[in-house]
């Protein structure tokens, strides 16, 4: 069945960030749980895998709102990447009722920061962005009017 998910990389806390995801969505850590990078058979035209490297997360997925895959990476430059958040990355969550709308919102956005306040739009729905604290930036997006 086709799907859509958001892939996340992060520099080496991946754990930490999808750990805290978990707080605010719950659920469980998709099939074997967290892959970890000492997990990977070892290419032998690469230079061995640094000991710091081998505990982090190859891979993980948390599914949300119960149709969307989150899932994550670490991405360390001591395997040759280079990460930059920018100002075009958002995640678009529309749940289904406003009172989910402001638990997410608030979970996502403590310890981050507030772009707009969740807020009715002039198309209608109910509103709000923000930034967590790994620096993924959220929108929300809830049809539910008020009652």
């Not at 805290?20 to 035209?45: A, H, L, N, T």
């Amino acid at each position: 069945m086709a799907s859509v998910s958001t892939y996340l990389n992060f520099s080496r806390n991946t754990e930490e960030a999808f750990n805290f995801y978990k707080s605010v969505f719950g659920g469980e850590f998709f099939g074997e749980g967290i892959s970890r990078m000492g997990s990977v058979p070892q290419d032998p035209s690469h230079p061995p895998m640094a000991e710091e490297d081998k505990n982090l997360v190859m891979h993980v997925e948390l599914r949300i709102l119960n149709s969307h895959s989150l899932m994550g990476t670490d991405a360390p430059e001591s395997m040759g990447f280079k990460l930059n958040f920018g100002n075009n990355q958002y995640i678009n969550l529309q749940p289904d009722t406003r009172e989910e709308t402001k638990q997410l919102f608030n979970g996502l956005s403590a310890g981050g920061k507030v772009e707009m306040e969740l807020q009715d739009m002039f198309w209608g729905d109910y509103f709000g962005s923000c930034t967590d604290k790994f620096g993924v930036r959220w929108m929300f997006n809830c049809g539910e009017k008020k009652a």
